[in-house]
């Protein structure tokens, strides 16, 4: 048995199957469940917490092997990472024999049915649709075979954990709105960038310098506003995805790359002015949305060579 994650953020620890079904379906949607063995016996957990408005982590488990029949999930994307045993799960034409190397990934128009085996752990990454395809452009069809072998999958599993491992020590840094809305940003782009979709061949239409210079000024005006992609690709009128291609082909990178940089110039403003006495490292790095601290200060020893707390110490 795995140990149960998100244990400061239970739901409901249960042994009836309607009490099950309900708390389940308040989280995610309706849904068929039953116990597939007569002498089947319930012993559920179920502990969950949102990162912001867009992604939220469980950690769910039945006991013995049920049989779970959501349809369609509609509005939202859900990733299934099995953390032991394993689970059958047909998404569209295609089944998912899912275990701790393979998770399942289901589209909001896919058909989704399920069968998770006695002693499968699942931790569960719920994906509002919205969001996911704001990131992308337009509707999206992920292909539900999730490896999590390849190197750009272990890449996003290790940031889901990290969100796991901050919620487990009471979320220090994803309680600011500003690392929540970019841990998120930073998780969906992640997926679509590493897991095949449909949009993976599609060619966006090519957009030029003049919606550079607008989401390039209005960064600068609002470092610290909470952006989404979709708010930037507002900005300039164009689409999330034909804005990201624009930023790569002029700049060699993306606007949250460049979001990125200018929140990192300010946050060397902030650590030149303050007091280390009542300003630490952590609460600059916070405060601009800077959600991985190492990586922090890796970034900015390369810029500006020096630690940020050789700047804080003055």
């Known amino acids: 048995m795995a140990t149960a994650l998100l244990a400061r953020h239970p739901l409901v620890v249960t ?14 949607c309706p849904h068929h469940l039953g116990l597939t063995r007569r002498d089947g016996r319930l012993d559920m957990v179920h502990n969950a917490a949102a990162l912001g408005e867009d992604v ?26 099995p953390l032991a045993g394993r689970a059958r799960v047909r998404v569209g034409d295609r089944v998912v024999p899912s275990d ?22 699942q931790l569960l990454v719920y994906l509002r649709r919205s969001a996911v395809e704001a990131a992308a452009g337009g509707p999206v069809v992920f292909d539900p075979l999730v490896d999590l072998t390849a190197a750009p999958l272990r890449s996003w599993l290790r940031l889901v954990h990290l969100a ?83 930023f790569q082909r002029e700049l060699g990178s993306t606007p949250l790359e460049q979001l990125r940089l200018v929140r990192l110039t300010r946050a060397r403003r902030d650590l030149q002015a303050a007091d280390p006495g009542t300003t630490s490292v952590t609460d600059v790095a916070a405060r ?16 500006y060579r020096e630690l940020p707390s050789q700047t804080l110490a003055g």
């Open 15 to 28: 042994t009836e199957l309607d009490e099950a079904r309900s708390e389940v379906a308040q989280r995610f």
């Open 56 to 81: 939220t982590l469980d950690y769910l488990r039945y006991g013995d092997e049920v049989r779970i029949v959501p349809g369609r999930f509609e509005d939202f994307f859900l990733v299934q990472v």
């Open 100 to 121: 701790t190397t393979r998770a399942s990934l289901g589209s909001p128009t896919e058909h989704v049915d399920m069968t998770w085996e006695a002693g499968c752990e």
């Open 164 to 246: 796991v491992d901050d919620l487990g020590a009471g979320g220090p840094l994803l309680r600011s709105p500003l690392v929540a809305t970019q841990f998120e940003q930073t998780l969906i782009s992640a997926l679509l960038a590493a897991q095949p979709n449909s949009t993976t061949d599609a060619v966006p239409a090519p957009v030029g310098s003049r919606a550079v210079r607008r989401v390039l000024a209005a960064i600068e005006a609002e470092p610290g506003r909470a952006w989404r992609l979709a708010d930037l690709a507002g900005t300039a009128g164009v689409s999330a995805r034909s804005l990201q291609e624009a």
């Open 288 to 303: 601009w949305g800077f959600f991985h601290l190492g990586r922090f200060s890796q970034v900015y020893r390369e810029t």
